[in-house]
């Protein structure tokens, strides 16, 4: 069920827009796509409904991550031949359903829109502005690296969540994508999440020592949105197909993402 089927079951328009999130690191291979499809999970079951976005216009993979076969997605909408709401996918229900969210999904393994013009780019922000009613939260999953078409998203969006680890290649990473935004004018504070941390007092301490640099050289300080620890039932249940606190209902990497859902809920 896609497009409009997927949206019949939407409840009537409300009068504040969804907030939206862009989930961001600067550097790939962190965690940041898993950690988005985690948030959407534990937003629907926090009871919000919540709409994915593969904005990773050149190697997208949400819906591989999640084992689902969208029969549209954004590479459509960037191209003019959809609207954004005719790609939405439900997936795990969709939302109202425990844990369920939509999805709009990338165009998977091909690097055909890397290149996208920020005008194309700009169909997917105007689709956003009108689905928005319809959702409680919106989360878009950036491409890495730091490219004009990310920096758009990254603007357009209401909160920045900045995936890091302890590496300091990651960490370099994520302090230059906040300094690039700055130093463009985006007033950004962004929540910043420390993942596959050895334990979550490790993870606060990689959040301390990001902070001080940022609060010394760019004169503001980013906010914790808390520290996911290393599990190996992660990887597994990427191999599988299976979001984790489906395969794995009792896993602390879940729960560690459930006190990240609050934190955010309650700011």
């Known amino acids: 069920m896609t497009g409009a089927a997927a949206m019949s079951d939407t409840p009537l328009p409300r009068t504040r827009a969804a907030p939206i999130f862009a989930v961001a690191s600067g ?7 898993w950690l ?42 960037v191209r003019g031949f959809l609207e954004l709401d005719a790609a939405v996918t439900p997936v795990m ?22 290149a996208a013009k920020l005008e194309e780019v700009g169909r997917i922000a105007s689709g956003l502005s009108r689905l928005a009613p319809h959702y409680d939260r919106i989360i878009l999953d950036l491409a890495a690296g730091i490219d004009p078409t990310v920096l758009r998203f990254a603007r357009a969006a209401d909160r920045l969540v900045l995936v890091t680890t302890e590496e300091p290649t990651a960490l370099t990473d994520a302090y230059a994508m ?19 941390a050895e334990n979550r007092v490790k993870g606060r301490k990689v959040f301390d020592q990001f ?18 620890t290393r599990d190996p039932r992660v990887p597994d249940s990427i191999r599988a197909q299976t979001p984790l606190p489906v395969r794995h209902p009792q896993s602390q990497a879940y729960e560690d993402v459930i006190r990240i859902v ?5 700011n």
């Open 178 to 196: 906040v300094k690039l935004l700055r130093l463009q004018g985006a007033q950004v504070v962004p929540w910043v999440i420390v993942n596959m």
């Open 262 to 266: 609050e934190t955010l809920n309650a």
């Open 211 to 228: 902070a001080l640099a940022c609060n010394e050289y760019l004169g503001f300080k980013p906010k914790f949105a808390g520290a996911i």
């Open 93 to 114: 229900g969709g939302p109202g359903r425990n844990g369920g969210f939509d999805l709009i999904a990338g165009h998977s393994g091909s690097g055909a829109l890397g």
């Open 36 to 77: 988005s499809t985690m948030l959407s999970i534990a937003f629907g079951r926090a009871g919000q409904r919540a709409l994915l976005v593969d904005c990773d216009l050149g190697l997208a993979n949400v819906d591989v991550q999640l084992g689902v076969q969208p029969q549209a997605d954004v590479h459509s909408v």
């Open 27 to 33: 550097k790939g291979g962190v965690g940041k796509t």
